[in-house]
């Protein structure tokens, strides 16, 4: 036992406060091992739906042996919470958005010569935190004062409870990228992943349509996150089990078939590829083995 340290954090001032106790233990280093006994495994790392629909593709692997994939469920029940689902936070983010535009709404209609609602351009934009401070600019006796009590009160609710589900969900998502990696900790000495700029890649993607552009927005920043959190899973049990890990670079592994390293055509849904000898494959799988080829070339 290396440390003991008792933690807490408060993750918004409408949250509890939580506590952790941090145990610190130190593992003995296993031994250096030849290369020729060197389990090697090719990971690649993505965000994928699958045929069933309450799970997503995070990862799908090979060893040069077998495929395994890394599937999250996107929906779980939690006993003091109920029903914990991307679909789930996603409603109660809507329910916020709507209960804001019709207080926007009744507000205009109460003060349309306030100058605030009087811009209109401003006033469209404007979110939780402009009401808020709209709140406090105003006399506490007013109508439009009560009206905004109200849709504070009832938006902290909704938001507390948004909060909630989202740390559930995190949780359980950290669980998950944790025993995936600490399990190839003890399986390999050498994981290849891609080199991905995962902060590039949530821009580009960020520009491709504007539509519900809050939710996508949303949408995008967990998926980015989870990709990262599970790009660190996968480095922390790997160096302290002595093992290494090799970032490969991505330009080709998708678009490359594994079998005679011909181009890969993905085709529109991107699921199953071809190349023009014929080898078809499912993408991710045909990525794995490419990453797999490229980590075992540079050992
Ligand atoms: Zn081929």
């Given amino acids: 036992m290396k440390k003991v340290v008792l933690t807490g954090r408060k993750q918004s001032p409408v949250m509890p406060w939580r506590f952790w106790l941090v ?3 130190e593992e003995p280093k296993p031994a250096a091992r030849h290369p020729e006994q060197l389990c090697v495994v090719g990971v690649d790392v993505g965000w994928w739906r699958v045929p069933d629909k309450s799970k997503i593709r995070i990862a799908m692997t090979w060893d040069g042996k077998r495929h395994r994939e890394l599937l999250l469920p996107l929906s779980f029940w939690k006993k003091e919470l109920g029903e914990v689902s ?9 329910q ?3 209960l804001l535009e019709s207080c926007k709404q009744k507000l205009a209609e109460l003060l349309p010569e306030h100058p605030r609602a009087k811009n209109k351009v401003a006033w469209q934009r404007t979110r939780s935190g402009g009401l808020v401070r709209f709140l406090h600019e105003l006399d506490a006796a007013t109508p439009a004062a009560e009206l905004l009590r109200i849709w504070k009160r009832d938006n902290d609710q909704l938001l507390r409870q948004q909060l909630m589900l989202e740390n559930a969900f995190n949780h359980r ?8 990696a600490a399990e190839f900790a003890r399986e390999y000495h050498v994981v290849g992943i891609e080199n991905l700029n995962l902060v590039q890649m949530s821009s580009r ?7 519900k552009r809050g939710l996508r927005r949303l949408a995008q920043r967990r998926k980015y996150a989870a990709l990262g959190e599970l790009f660190d899973a996968i480095e922390n049990p790997m160096a302290k089990a002595g093992g290494r890990v ?3 670079p991505p330009s080709s592994t998708t678009h490359t078939c594994s079998a005679c390293g011909k181009p890969f055509d993905t085709g529109i849904d991107g699921r199953l590829g071809v190349c023009p000898d014929g080898h078809e494959a499912d993408r991710d799988k045909n990525a ?7 980590t075992c070339r540079a050992l």
């Fill in 173 to 180: 998502r950290k669980w998950f990228n944790r025993n995936f």
């Fill in 205 to 211: 993607e960020k520009t491709k349509g504007e539509e």
């Fill in 246 to 248: 090799v970032r490969v």
């Fill in 288 to 294: 794995s083995i490419n990453i797999f080829s490229q």
């Fill in 86 to 94: 991307i679909a789930h936070i996603t409603s109660l983010s809507s």
């Fill in 96 to 98: 916020r958005d709507l």
């Fill in 23 to 25: 145990l610190t233990v």
